[in-house]
């Protein structure tokens, strides 16, 4: 649905993962979830509690004279907490600052983009279904906190408590974190992954895909 822009004052949160989150009060106002042709639902957490939201893509968003291309944008449904707050319409997250270099002048109370390599990668974000945390000394063990159903993920028999010890044979304490989540939002890559579940080893194979 074609529509006119849309202006809102968003907070910076650079330590967020997410390119954008739109608050409950500005979802509900514009109606924002009927421009998104497919959303999937989740749950996020951090400072301001945790809410479910739907996560779906936006045509585009303007930040000062750039203008971001299909960014994946969560759309709060939270009833209390700072996701529901109507004090500010969102969050920008790292997802967009890491495109730019990033100045804050607070002598003027201006920020000051750069664009960097990373400004034209498409957004994406998790294709598998699987929310993933590494605990540990060394953050080493990598459990599948939760599945998402009608996934990759679920569809393989994967569940939630697996641990991870191994994808594409090699041992999971080779990568980061953040290395694995990023080879897991490669549309159409296949992973065989070795888990320990209730203390037996168990080997699925993922074919990846866009879920938004």
């Known amino acids: 649905e074609k529509r006119a822009p849309i ?26 979830l009927k421009s998104v042709s497919r959303t999937s639902e989740t749950r996020i957490g951090g400072v301001g509690g945790t809410a479910q939201t739907f996560l779906g893509r936006v045509k585009s968003i303007g930040l000062g004279r750039f203008t971001l ?23 920008l997250g790292g997802e967009v600052f890491r495109r730019f270099k990033t100045i804050f002048d607070y002598s003027r109370n201006r920020m000051i983009l750069e664009p960097n390599a990373q400004f034209s ?4 974000i998790d294709m598998s279904g699987m929310e993933l945390l590494a605990y ?16 990759p993920a679920a569809e393989a028999g994967v569940r939630g408590d697996d641990i991870i010890t191994a994808i594409d044979n090699r041992p999971v304490k080779d990568f980061t974190l953040e290395q694995i ?7 159409g890559r296949e992973y065989l992954l070795k888990l320990k579940r209730d203390g037996t080893e168990v080997q699925v194979k993922i074919k990846l895909r866009r879920l938004t």
């Open 136 to 151: 540990g000394d060394d953050l080493s063990i990598v459990l599948i906190d939760d599945v998402k159903p009608k996934t």
């Open 181 to 187: 989540r990023e080879m897991f939002r490669q549309d």
């Open 69 to 91: 291309e299909n960014p994946i944008a969560r759309f709060s449904q939270a009833t209390r907490g700072d996701y529901a707050s109507n004090k500010y319409d969102g969050l």
């Open 121 to 124: 990668e498409p957004y994406e």
């Open 7 to 32: 202006s809102g004052k968003f907070e910076i949160d650079s330590g967020s993962t997410g390119a954008v989150l739109f608050n409950t009060p500005f979802v509900k106002k514009h109606q924002l």
